[in-house]
């Protein structure tokens, strides 16, 4: 069987009720923690196989992931780190709709950490609701004013990094002074702190000076190699602040 089949098949042999025959899972927190354990080492495969370029074999794998989260919601009612898990699948997917729910549900049950509000921003924005995006935005800097810098971060270089093709195309002067704005935005999000989200913050602001400094050509020549590792860069830099103190 395939590497997802396998695993799941473990945790189904640790999860489900012996002997049964049927798809039950037992209910206690600790077959849910298994089964969280297993899915995420099927999200980890798909990550390879995505990176590889083997979306089959990802999307294999990511489906597999689904069904030993939903396995460890089945385990242990309200089990937030599976909806939470199963949401940024989504996301990932671009399935708003279903992030919308498992992130809702998760505050329901407690979960409500400034990244989850954050998150479900993220949801209400894809979703064309941004109302309700804004006041999740504004529900996670109440909670982490690190947030608020990072927002701006993201307002400034969006623009840049993910323009809207319906609009007209930035001018090398608009992308400039995004680019400034975005140093001077990472520049307040590390403050002092000297922890690895601040070591992060800094880099990045040190490459995006580098290429603000350069010429309209270089600039033009980076752009498409630069914007998805930008883009990765301040989701991981998101998560890295979020962590700290």
Do not use: C
């Not at 030993?68 to 199963?86: C, H, W």
């Not at 998760?106 to 941004?130: F, I, N, T």
């Amino acid at each position: 069987g395939s590497a997802a089949g396998s695993a799941a098949g473990s945790a189904a042999a640790t999860g489900s009720a012996a002997g049964s025959g049927s798809d039950a899972v037992v209910k206690d927190p600790k077959v849910a923690k298994k089964w969280l354990a297993a899915a995420q080492t099927l999200v980890q495969k798909g990550d390879y196989w995505t990176r590889t370029q083997k979306i089959a074999d990802a999307k294999a794998q990511y489906e597999n992931a689904v069904t030993a989260y939903q396995k460890a919601i089945e385990a242990s009612a309200g089990f937030v780190p599976a909806r939470l898990a199963l949401a940024r699948l989504a996301l990932k997917e671009e399935d708003f709709a279903a992030a919308e729910k498992h992130l809702s549900r998760a505050v329901a049950d407690g979960g409500g950490s400034a990244e989850v509000h954050l998150d479900l921003g993220v949801a209400y924005r894809g979703l064309g609701q941004p109302d309700k995006a804004l006041a999740e935005y504004e529900a996670a800097e109440k909670l982490q004013p690190k947030l608020a810098a990072i927002r701006q971060l993201a307002s400034v270089l969006n623009p840049v990094l993910r323009p809207d093709p319906n609009k007209k195309p930035p001018t090398d002067a608009d992308n400039v002074a995004a680019l400034k704005a975005a140093i001077d935005a990472l520049k307040q999000a590390a403050g002092t702190q000297t922890g690895p989200g601040a070591v992060a913050a800094k880099r990045l602001a040190e490459d995006l000076a580098k290429l603000a400094q350069g010429d309209e050509a270089i600039r033009a020549r980076a752009q498409a190699a630069m914007v998805s590792p930008l883009n990765t860069a301040l989701d991981e830099l998101r998560n890295y602040l979020q962590a700290q103190p």
